[in-house]
Every structure is written in structure tokens, then in C-alpha cells.
């Protein structure tokens, strides 16, 4: 059972950035598709980015591009999510999701859902 630990998140201006990080449990975390996911409020939990196994392949919902970097260190058991250029449209619970089985290009596809979900964290953006 892996088990995933988002931290990072906060209240920030717009036009700011954030850091975020996702810490596993498993050892053999670096087998896995790692990914980041968010849900703002009334609203359905909708891919942003994620990363093929050993990082050389990353993917993002469009209105992320450009401005957020998914990166991961699989000796550290760590992914991150680098969030520059911040907008208020950003708030929302961000989760980190990994999974063994599917390639990271399908990530974006409905209706993919990883297997291991973290608890989330909170990011706020402020106008």
C-alpha cells in the first residue's frame, strides 16, 4: 500500500508561487506514474500535471502550461510541483496521486483515476 503526503500549500498573492511536495512510502515508489491533481470548491477533481517513471515525459492541463513544473527525485521518494504566476482560478485542494499500471500520457484522460491518493493540501490564491 503506498501512501502519499502533500505539503506545501498556503494562502499567496496573485501572481506568486508555490512549492509543493509529495512524500511515499514505498520504496519502489520510482516504479510508479507520479501526478497532481486539484478540486475547487463545487467543482469536480480535475488533472493538472503529471510524470512518466524515471521524469523524462511530463503532461499538464492546458491553462497550467508554462507556469507549473512537475518534477520528481525517486532516491528521495519525492515529487513536486513547482506553481509560478499564480492565479485566483488555481485555488483548490491539490492531490498528489500515483500509480504503477498506467502510462503518465494517459493522466489527463477521463476517465483515468490513479490508484494512491494523497490527503491534499490547500492552496489559496488571492486577487
Known amino acids: 500500500q503506498v501512501q502519499l503526503a502533500e505539503s506545501g500549500g498556503g494562502l499567496v498573492q496573485a501572481g506568486g508561487s508555490l512549492r509543493l511536495s509529495c512524500a511515499a512510502s514505498e520504496r519502489t515508489f520510482s516504479t510508479y506514474r507520479k501526478g497532481w491533481f486539484r478540486q475547487a470548491p463545487g467543482k469536480e477533481r480535475e488533472f493538472v500535471a503529471a510524470i512518466s517513471m524515471m521524469g523524462g515525459s511530463t503532461y499538464y492541463k492546458d491553462s497550467v502550461k508554462g507556469r507549473f513544473t512537475i518534477s520528481r527525485d525517486n532516491p528521495k521518494n519525492m515529487v513536486y510541483l513547482q506553481m509560478n504566476n499564480l492565479k485566483p482560478e488555481d485555488t483548490a485542494v491539490y492531490y498528489c496521486?500515483?500509480?504503477?499500471?498506467?502510462?503518465?500520457?494517459?493522466?489527463?484522460?477521463?476517465?483515468?483515476?490513479?490508484?494512491?491518493w494523497g490527503q491534499g493540501t490547500q492552496v489559496t490564491v488571492s486577487s
Open positions: 496521486a500515483a500509480d504503477e499500471g498506467s502510462p503518465a500520457r494517459i493522466w489527463g484522460q477521463l476517465p483515468f483515476e490513479p490508484a494512491y
